[in-house]
């Protein structure tokens, strides 16, 4: 599709030909052995993951979930060369704001199915009217429909020009920006590019690191520094994989269905709450498949893994071996667009009013999120865990209601 200012209506409509070939290659899986006791420690245990893509292959309607992501407006467009998908599902209500959702990885619009109709639509979901919004979901550059990648350098400042180039050719001069994960990491560029329209920032999910200087994790309370331990030793197997060589993983990815389910599958289960439950404890199985699904059909395994590597390889190479801390997480250091000096920092940080929702998963510390960001609203759930709008969809549409309707 050209550059250009025209936006057409969209409808998925998956070849069935696909679907077979699907079929096809899950009964095809050549399964491997593994160590016997160790469960979940080294990765998908075998029997667990050969009853899910079973589950997949016979049990698992592609076609029902894909109606029922048509039900939701759609569109597509063209912003700087790079091709955009969205949902777009206007409020009834006469006043309501514009307002951006955005996802992370492994994620996608499919993320947000069970809070748009609270959130645009409160009075028939037996809320107040007021805040209601005009909800635009795009899937980002790289997933789902948005592709192919207009070219490298798509990181996450990138992506935020994009998207306000999107509310603007949209019409919506003033508007706010939710996200989460990498979308958490977009929305707060958002915020500093586009200051004059949007009017807050809500962030889950939100990842935040020290900035090296002497004293920043003295008094760290008990919470947070399990948190910041956490941080430190958690699993990224798959951020290395992603960050450093994402076209030599795609191949894998993008050849296996059953590949493709055990790199995402583990993230349910790791980054869910309850942290000891099997991931459909969290989020319903079919909601699981579907976001697969939506990897799989797509073909987008190597481009949504470009964005660790803009955001953490790319960056560090051009500061001159920066930490990865420094470049992930969307705060100081990220992406050469919002690029600043240590000296600078200070006139870095955002001015755009932003709420922060912490999850008991969450690994957010309080005094550096308020160091980078201007947080005028903060709310510790104790429960819950990194998919929310998935685990816990009432708690997260509470809150941002709650954060915007404090700014009117």
Not at 26 to 41: F, I, K, Q, Y
Not at 141 to 153: D, E, I, Q, V, W
């Amino acid at each position: 599709m050209a550059d250009n200012v025209h936006i057409r209506p969209f409808r998925i409509d998956i070849p069935q030909a696909q679907l077979d070939d699907l079929a096809a290659r899950l009964a095809r899986t050549r399964w491997p052995d593994e160590l016997p006791g160790v469960g979940w420690s080294r990765g998908v245990p075998v029997a667990y993951l050969k009853e899910l893509a079973e589950y997949w292959r016979t049990g698992y309607d592609w076609r029902a979930h894909e109606a029922a992501l048509n039900e939701h407006p759609q569109y597509v467009t063209a912003v700087e060369g790079q091709n955009i998908h969205f949902l777009h599902v206007r409020s009834p209500e006469p006043d309501a704001t514009p307002l951006l959702l955005l996802h992370g990885w492994p994620g996608g619009v499919v993320d947000f199915l069970d809070v748009i109709g609270p959130l645009s639509d409160p009075r028939g979901h037996g809320a107040d009217a007021a805040p209601a919004f005009h909800l635009v979901i795009p899937s980002l550059p790289g997933f789902g429909f948005s592709t192919p990648l207009a070219g490298p350098g798509m990181n996450t400042a990138k992506m935020a020009a994009v998207l306000a180039r999107l509310m603007a050719r949209l019409g919506y001069e003033r508007y706010g920006v939710q996200g989460y994960d990498t979308g958490a990491w977009v929305a707060p560029h958002l915020g500093r590019q586009a200051a004059d329209h949007v009017i807050g920032v809500h962030v889950n999910a939100l990842i935040t690191f020290p900035a090296g200087e002497e004293g920043e994790l003295d008094g760290l309370s008990e919470v947070e520094r399990a948190r910041w331990d956490r941080m430190q030793n958690h699993n990224d197997g798959y951020l290395q994989c992603n960050s450093k060589r994402p076209q030599t993983v795609t191949y894998g990815l993008h050849d296996s269905p059953v590949g493709q389910l055990a790199w995402i599958v583990e993230k349910f289960k790791e980054l869910t709450d309850p942290a000891e439950g099997l991931p459909e404890d969290s989020v319903d199985r079919d909601r699981i498949l579907t976001d697969v699904s939506l990897y799989w059909l797509t073909g987008t395994a190597g481009s949504a893994a470009q964005i660790y590597y803009e955001e953490i390889s790319a960056a560090d190479w051009s500061q001159g071996g920066a930490a990865d801390g420094a470049a992930y997480g969307g705060d100081r250091g990220t992406g050469a667009d919002d690029q600043v000096p240590d000296d600078q920092a200070a006139a870095w940080r955002g001015t755009v009013p932003t709420g922060v929702l912490v999850s008991a998963h969450d690994v957010t510390i309080r005094r550096w999120a308020e160091r980078d960001h201007n947080v005028v609203h903060w709310t510790e759930l104790g429960r819950g865990g990194h998919f929310l709008a998935m685990e816990a969809p009432d708690l997260l549409v509470a809150d941002v209601r709650e954060f915007f309707r404090k700014l009117h």
